[in-house]
């Protein structure tokens, strides 16, 4: 299992907390914009597992010992689109980003089908979503299975922003997008506005590895990009180290920028980070989740 | 080597900077390294070395003296013991490198171990030393040693000793460094000084000697033995130190062995024990009247029965006639005087006394022939070189023993008071002492001069290499019971492992003789250890643990190797 039991216990009663309020399709848990009275009962259907209890009707289940779910007219649910990056560069480290992203992914997925949310998982680079909408609790363990199996498809490799730009033009439902990448692409603050343009409430999760935060490196080297395969050659000494730190951290700061600017999230998570910190930390200190 | 993203590593190389003439140092842990091995490996170079506590160096000659002292037993189990095990100490902790030849200084030095690195051998070869009851030749000893290692740098010789020995002259130790080790810390210790018998107006008389060699008053019982069976015994009192004392006793006639035995609380055994034989034949002291002649000094010393002085002329209280003190004097190219021994051996130079007359010389002739007596008996002149003869005519009672086509070569005489050789050539003008039968003549002559043949019953100083004639092969019975096979050369048969005292058994064919090896030595009864020796003219003093340099260059380079099989691990890691 991706995540442990521990975990599990610890994303317990956590709902996404996106800054934006966004129309859903069908009825959920989470107030609109539209005008009405929130706590307007309007239908009722079957209760699956995971459920908020506090939706159930009691009286129901008491008389005819069936559970079932009292739903809202004007409460809908919320499009949570996982993007997963899963490009090459990810695979870098030990352990490797790859493990960490999934990871996260996977929390931040059951937090949302824990929430009522739609989940829509992604890996980055297909045009369509690699599994149809979950929901509830029961949908999880098709968000676990995804996030262990997920790997892009050989005609989708391209770069991450180009990846991103596919997105956008998939005309997806609009809604909180958790993306979860190393970000290394000098294109990639460009693409995140894009993708901010559309409406969506944008999440960034960068994911980087402790070797890449801080190389050591030594010796005349000729690196290649993992991904295009291209190279550079360079005589890895301190000024050289002190360079490659500046620009990763230029680069970071861009993106925390554009972030900032499109009024989304941003936070940098280490590859050997435990979840543990990352959701005490960054979900519920600084208000990601209520 | 691939990385996530080049697009953030600036394209540059080294190279570049480069250009500049001077640049800070830039702090690399491969450059660090590359210097950590370049240093070591310039101080491997250097061969630093280190001192050391240890007898080995590099080149070591471990010489252990075997001689009789070495049997005291102050230092448990005994002195020897003592050295075998310092010797042992030394092999085992010697380093791999390291070089050790083993010599035994006893009576006849030997090297029981070249100079080689194998210590398994090595303790095999000093396990079988044995400590002898002789005096050691500790000169030649490490004359020995100084050949083996003189030459080297850093050899050195270690000499195992309680430091009783004469002053070793003629030694240079080379580039040698010499270690003396003292062993022994006591002198207790009584032996026998003098055995022998006298005749006087009440007859044979036997005297026995003691004297306390320690610095501390001591006392003994002495037994006295007359062919085995006791004729008396005393108790000596206290002996002052270094004193002495005396015993007579009237000598049972017909007795031929005589052996004295002391019991004492001493440290050293082997000189309580004394033998002297009643026949006259038995025991010959001999002057060599001689310029100078040390073939003719060794054939005489080999004779077991000849205790030898030498001399350029005559002494004038043995001149004349009458009683001397020595049983036969030998004329070397001396002029033959009248002499009160009663036999004279004459090589060259005849005189009134002798039997011949000489009428000058000449070029010696071809040899004609010899005749089938005792005393020509396995000497061949057929071939021997003579440059010059004399040409004699024998006189008197003389008798022609060989003869050349110039004259008499060897002439005998023999009256009731006195016996004569006459040779008519100087065995330094002749290669005859290069030959086999030299020392058989001059044992012939003895038996001869000496009135008695070969005695079946010798007494020795242990570890003194003597001859008896023979052209049987023999076996030795030691006093232990060990059989030892000796094979002869030419007509004698050389016996050199009487080196314990004791009885010993010498069988050749059917005969029997019977030895008495006995110690009676002053230097070896002298057990004191001396802190310092005399060789070569300069004073060595005893080290207890020397200091030696060990190179240390190995480790450093080891270090080196090591430093850089890190540098390029760490290099390969990081590229």
Redesign the interface.
């Given at each position: 299992m991706i995540l442990d039991p521990r975990e599990f216990r610890l994303l317990d009663g956590l709902r996404l907390n996106p800054r934006k309020a966004f129309s859903g399709r069908v009825r959920g848990e989470r107030l609109t914009r539209k005008k009405g009275i929130s706590i307007e009962f309007a239908d009722y259907r079957e209760y699956s597992d995971g459920d908020d209890l506090r939706h159930l009707d009691w009286n129901v289940l008491a008389r005819l010992d069936t559970p079932v779910m009292r739903t809202y007219q004007d409460e809908e649910d919320l499009a949570v689109h996982l993007l997963l990056d899963t490009s090459p560069s990810m695979d870098f480290g030990e352990p490797s980003k790859r493990e960490q992203a999934n990871r996260i992914a996977t929390a931040l997925g059951y937090v949302a089908l824990a929430g009522g949310d739609a989940v829509l998982p992604r890996a980055m680079g297909p045009r369509e979503p690699d599994v149809r909408v979950l929901r509830g609790r029961a949908g999880f363990p098709r968000l676990a299975k995804w996030s262990q199996t997920v790997r892009p498809l050989e005609r989708h490799r391209e770069d991450l922003s180009t990846s991103i730009r596919c997105f956008v033009r998939a005309q997806v439902r609009t809604g909180l997008v958790c993306l979860i990448s190393d970000g290394l692409d000098p294109e990639f603050p460009a693409a995140l506005r894009t993708l901010a343009g559309r409406g969506h409430e944008l999440w960034f999760i960068q994911v980087l590895s402790p070797i890449e935060l801080d190389p050591d490196l030594e010796g005349d080297l000729r690196l290649i990009d993992g991904e295009s395969g291209a190279a550079v050659e360079v005589t890895a000494n301190s000024y050289v180290l002190k360079e490659y730190r500046h620009r990763l951290a230029e680069h970071n700061k861009a993106l925390v920028e554009t972030v900032r600017r499109v009024g989304g999230r941003y936070v940098l998570v280490k590859a050997d980070d435990p979840l543990d910190g990352f959701v005490k930390t960054t979900l519920k200190r600084e208000g990601w989740v209520a | 080597?691939?990385?996530?993203?080049?697009?953030?590593?600036?394209?540059?190389?080294?190279e570049v900077?480069a250009n500049a003439l001077f640049q800070r140092l830039?702090?690399?842990?491969?450059l660090f390294l590359q210097l950590l091995a370049l240093l070591l490996t310039v101080c491997a170079f250097a061969k630093p070395q280190t001192r050391q506590q240890g007898l080995a160096g590099e080149a070591t000659v471990i010489v252990i003296d075997a001689s009789a002292s070495m049997s005291a037993v102050d230092v448990r189990p005994s002195r020897f013991e003592e050295a075998r095990k310092l010797a042992r100490e030394t092999i085992q902790s010697a380093h791999p490198t390291d070089r050790i030849a083993l010599i035994e200084a006893g009576p006849s030095p030997r090297v029981v171990f070249p100079l080689g690195n194998d210590p398994a051998r090595q303790l095999f070869a000093l396990d079988q030393l044995k400590p002898t009851d002789a005096e050691a030749d500790t000169g030649e000893a490490l004359r020995l040693a100084s050949a083996l290692v003189g030459s080297i740098d850093g050899a050195r010789i270690v000499l195992l000793s309680d430091g009783d020995f004469d002053p070793v002259q003629n030694f240079s130790r080379g580039k040698a460094a010499l270690v003396f080790r003292r062993i022994g810390d006591m002198d207790d210790n009584v032996s026998i000084s003098a055995l022998g018998l006298a005749d006087s107006a009440t007859g044979r008389q036997l005297y026995a000697g003691l004297r306390n060699q320690s610095s501390k008053p001591m006392e003994a019982t002495l037994t006295l033995y007359a062919d085995g069976k006791p004729l008396d015994s005393i108790r000596s009192g206290a002996i002052a130190p270094h004193g002495q004392f005396g015993h007579t006793v009237q000598a049972p006639s017909g007795a031929k062995v005589f052996e004295a035995k002391i019991d004492a609380p001493d440290l050293l055994k082997s000189d309580n024990y004394a033998v002297c034989l009643a026949d006259s034949g038995a025991s010959l002291r001999v002057l060599l009247v001689s310029h100078g002649n040390p073939f003719l000094e060794r054939a005489l010393a080999l004779d077991p029965r000849v205790t030898l002085d030498r001399a350029t002329e005559v002494p004038a209280e043995e001149r004349g006639s009458g009683g001397g003190k020595y049983d036969l004097v030998v004329f070397d190219g001396i002029d033959e005087i009248p002499v009160k021994a009663r036999g004279v051996l004459t090589f060259g130079n005849a005189g009134d006394s002798s039997p011949v007359t000489d009428a000058g010389q000449a070029s010696a002739g071809t040899f004609v022939s010899a005749e089938p007596k005792a005393l020509m008996k396995g000497v061949d002149f057929r071939g021997v070189y003579i440059e010059k003869q004399h040409r004699v005519t024998p006189k008197g009672t003389g008798e022609v023993m060989a003869q050349t086509s110039t004259g008499p070569l060897v002439v005998a005489s023999q009256t009731p008071d006195r016996r004569q050789i006459y040779v008519a050539f100087d065995p330094l003008q002749s290669d005859f002492p290069l030959q086999v039968g030299f020392p058989i003549f001059v044992a012939n002559a003895l038996d001869f001069l000496g009135g008695s043949q070969s005695s079946d019953t010798l007494a020795v100083r242990a570890g003194v290499p003597f001859m008896v004639p023979s052209t049987q092969p023999g076996t030795l019975i030691s006093p232990d019971g060990t059989k030892i096979d000796l094979k002869p050369t030419g007509s004698t048969i050389v016996i050199r492992e009487a080196k314990k005292v004791g009885t010993y058994k010498l069988q050749i064919g059917s005969k029997t003789k019977t030895i008495f090896a006995y110690l009676r030595s002053e230097r070896e009864s002298n057990i004191t250890p001396n802190a310092e020796v005399t060789l070569g003219g300069g004073q060595v003093k005893a080290t207890i643990s020397p200091l030696r340099f060990a190179d240390f260059w190995r480790p450093l380079a080891l270090l080196g190797l090591l430093v850089l099989a890190g540098e390029w691990w760490?290099?390969a890691r990081?590229?």
């Open positions: - | 080597m691939r990385v996530p993203a080049t697009f953030l590593w600036p394209n540059r190389v080294d900077r830039r702090p690399s842990w491969l760490l290099f990081k590229s």
